[in-house]
């Protein structure tokens, strides 16, 4: 857990307290490396369970289910039970609805079996798409 959530939050704290990163780097670079790893973990992970894959309608149903509470529950909460702006609401769904995924396919990679961390694999593509097209809806609405 110290290699996949600790150290790259500390190293992302000392390179922007120490390195002017340019915008081109941070906008441009990041994110494409970003989506490289996500889609590394959730390949090796399908491929050590291909020949379970017949679970995964009931793991897509149930992640999609995941995913359109948190981001909803997230949004709505925000607005209704902790009044915030518009704005607020919408930061507070998307990180509500997007979960460490990565950090729950270690995990269950490291103290279970490889299918344990299907689910955790399905999710991470399920709610880099649809965050990014809640976050794409919701710029055009501004």
Do not use: D
Request: glycine residues 8%; without cysteine; proline residues 4%.
């Amino acid at each position: 857990m110290v290699f996949i959530v600790l150290f790259p939050v500390i190293a992302g704290i000392f390179i922007r307290r120490f390195w002017k990163i340019p915008s081109l780097f941070l906008k441009g670079i990041l994110p494409i490396i970003s989506m490289a790893v996500i889609v590394w973990i959730v390949s090796v992970v399908i491929g050590l369970n291909r020949e379970q894959l017949f679970i995964a309608p009931t793991v897509i149903i149930a992640v999609i289910i995941h995913n359109l509470l948190g981001l909803s529950l997230g949004y709505l909460g925000a607005r209704r039970i902790a009044p915030q702006s518009k704005k607020e609401a919408k930061t507070i769904a998307i990180v509500f609805g997007m979960q460490n995924s990565g950090l729950a396919v270690a995990l269950a990679t490291v103290h279970f079996e490889p299918a344990a961390a299907l689910s955790g694999a399905i999710y991470s593509v399920w709610h880099n798409l649809t965050g990014a097209m809640l976050a794409a809806y919701w710029r055009k609405q501004e």
